[in-house]
């Protein structure tokens, strides 16, 4: 079964400030993806990645970049954090299934 | 845009009826049509799948009916047990793009 973790589980980070939230997969999957889930608008897609050094924007990317240095791993980088990113953000991987990390919940003061 | 739309929101059952929560999508190369179940403080969950070459999948008490014409696909959960009590996403997909979700849909079985 796949499995994809994600760090930190949980982050309190303040407006401005810059934040990095990490996915690891190790199911040698060649798509990974970060969402993030508020209610009332179920599951959003923010970037993919479609293997290492490739990554494109989803349908709401502003405000956020990413990186896939590896096969193993996709970061999700807030350059200047807003209250409005506070979420919960999941990373999945895999071509037809997703596969989904357990989620990180960010709250930004 | 969006490609894949749910309904209803939220539905209420009672233990033992059939529930049922449907889609749409837009998008005709869209090949692969799962469902998803996301219990509270857990992630979602892969629960069922189709592909267009059937119009119909089960998996126990979960069923998914499927018309390519109408670009429409459901899901029927037979026998809804309280367990079954979570937020249902269904999604579609072809091979070069990622996944369009539909909004979900939180379900509640009362006992």
């Known amino acids: 079964e796949a499995a994809v973790t994600q760090s930190p589980r949980n982050k309190v980070a303040v407006t401005g400030g810059k934040v990095t939230l990490s996915c690891n997969q190790t199911?040698?999957?060649?798509?990974m993806y970060w969402y993030r889930q508020d209610t009332g608008h179920g599951l959003r897609l923010i970037h993919y990645?479609?293997?290492?050094?490739?990554?494109e924007k989803g349908d709401i990317p502003d405000g956020y970049k990413a990186s896939r240095p590896s096969q193993e791993n996709f970061s999700l980088i807030l350059e200047l954090a807003t209250p409005s990113q506070t979420s919960v953000y999941f990373c999945?991987?895999?071509?037809?299934?997703?596969?989904f990390g357990p989620g990180t919940r960010l709250t930004v003061l | 845009q969006q490609q894949v739309r749910q309904s209803p929101q939220s539905l209420t059952v009672w233990e033992g009826e059939t529930a049922i929560l449907n889609c749409s999508y837009e998008?005709?190369?869209?090949?692969?049509f799962p469902w998803y179940h996301q219990f509270p403080g857990e992630s979602p969950a892969l629960l069922i799948a189709?592909?267009?070459?059937?119009n119909k999948k089960e998996d126990g008490r979960f069923t998914i009916f499927f018309n390519k014409r109408e670009k429409k696909f459901s899901l029927h959960i037979a026998d809804s047990q309280p367990g079954d009590s979570a937020t249902y996403f269904c999604?579609?997909?072809?091979?070069?793009?990622?996944?369009?979700f539909g909004a979900g849909t939180k379900l509640s079985v009362k006992p």
């Open positions: 998008d005709s190369t869209f090949d692969y």
């Open positions: 199911n040698n999957h060649n798509n």
């Open positions: 999604a579609a997909k072809n091979n070069n793009n990622a996944p369009r």
């Open positions: 189709i592909r267009p070459v059937s």
């Open positions: 999945a991987s895999g071509n037809y299934e997703q596969y």
């Open positions: 990645s479609y293997g290492a050094g490739s990554t």
